[in-house]
């Protein structure tokens, strides 16, 4: 809302600030909500395979965004944010729709989050896998965390046009949903080992 009717620096950085936070919320979140809905229905070993065509799903979704995107910027620079205010009013009113498949037995407090959160460390520090998975993904995500957001101004700075720069990340997009899908089938023929490497 504050980037479709609004201008200037410090409201985009509150409009940011906002944003993090849902995605620092979210995070994770979605994941963790479908691993155990699948271990509530005893589908836990399809996880891998479920949560590839979800994200492939996310990413052609993300694909048409990006590609109708371009096209609308061109027509007005806020109209792209303006016509996703629906969508977005829709995505957060279903929320609320959302039911966990395990009733909570403790109840969120501050002295629940902090054990539940030594608890994570603990294993953390217990499983080398888990390590590993981890201290790997970190460099990986932060560097695409960084350039991802500004790609879209490079382009545009070396006077790529705007449905051209739609264009392109409809395509890795794409590209993105196609790998998602096929990942899981990947690392049963490689071994996780090899997959990782």
């Not at 849902?22 to 996880?47: I, N, P």
């Not at 080398?128 to 965390?145: F, M």
Request: no cysteine; aromatic share 10%; net charge positive.
């Amino acid at each position: 809302y504050i980037i479709a009717f609004h201008d200037g620096f410090l409201l985009f950085l509150i409009a940011k600030i906002i944003s993090g936070i849902g995605v620092s919320l979210s995070s994770g979140t979605d994941s963790a909500l479908m691993f155990d809905t699948l271990k509530k229905l005893k589908r836990e070993k399809e996880h891998k395979k479920i949560s590839g065509k979800k994200q492939m799903i996310t990413n052609i979704a993300m694909a048409i965004v990006f590609l109708m995107g371009g096209f609308l910027f061109q027509v007005h620079p806020k109209l792209p944010a303006i016509l996703s205010l629906p969508l977005i009013t829709l995505g957060f009113i279903l929320t609320f729709f959302i039911t966990e498949p395990y009733n909570n037995k403790s109840k969120l407090t501050i002295s629940n989050s902090f054990n539940h959160l030594k608890e994570g460390l603990k294993l953390f520090f217990k499983n080398p896998y888990l390590r590993y998975i981890v201290l790997l993904s970190i460099p990986i995500v932060i560097t695409v965390e960084i350039i991802y957001p500004i790609s879209a101004a490079y382009l545009e700075n070396i006077s790529i046009p705007v449905i051209l720069i739609g264009i392109i990340a409809t395509i890795t997009s794409l590209i993105s949903a196609y790998t998602s899908k096929t990942t899981h089938q990947l690392e049963k023929n490689l071994g996780e080992k090899n997959s990782l490497r």
